[in-house]
């Protein structure tokens, strides 16, 4: 899975328009949304990374099963960069798709976005 943090916000309306006008919207496309309560905080009164972890690694199953029909497990994590800590009381936008499917695995994209 490849993921990244973002501050801006996400556009509600489809990047990719077809030739036809139709809009194209990715099937497999999950969103969360999780406010971050005392209870995921660590010692600083920050997000704790396990838990913003599971809370990809949950979002990320649910567009591979959504994508494959079947029960999906993650193998592996790859390029994960946090730019800033994520305090209590803020909101954490998961977004996740599935990027590439081969026979047997398949590629699956979070990002990570702070809601204020």
């Known amino acids: 899975m490849t993921s990244g943090f973002q501050d801006s916000a996400v556009p509600e309306e489809p990047l990719l328009?077809?030739?036809y006008g139709e809009a194209y919207r990715n099937l497999t496309e999950?969103?969360?949304?999780?406010?971050?309560?005392?209870?995921h905080a660590?010692?600083?009164?920050?997000?704790s990374i396990g838990q913003l972890l599971k809370w990809m690694d949950t979002t990320a199953c649910l567009a591979a099963e959504k994508h494959a029909?079947?029960?999906?497990?993650?193998?592996?994590v790859d390029d994960i960069h946090f730019e800033h800590t994520i305090s209590?009381?803020?909101?954490?936008?998961?977004?996740?798709?599935v990027?590439?499917?081969?026979?047997?695995?398949?590629?699956?994209?979070?990002?990570?976005?702070?809601a204020f």
């Open 17 to 19: 328009i077809l030739e």
């Open 42 to 47: 660590n010692q600083c009164n920050e997000l």
């Open 69 to 76: 029909g079947s029960p999906c497990i993650t193998a592996s």
């Open 88 to 97: 209590v009381g803020q909101v954490v936008n998961i977004i996740t798709k």
């Open 99 to 114: 990027n590439r499917a081969f026979n047997s695995s398949m590629e699956v994209c979070s990002v990570f976005q702070q």
């Open 30 to 39: 999950v969103k969360m949304s999780h406010v971050v309560l005392p209870c």
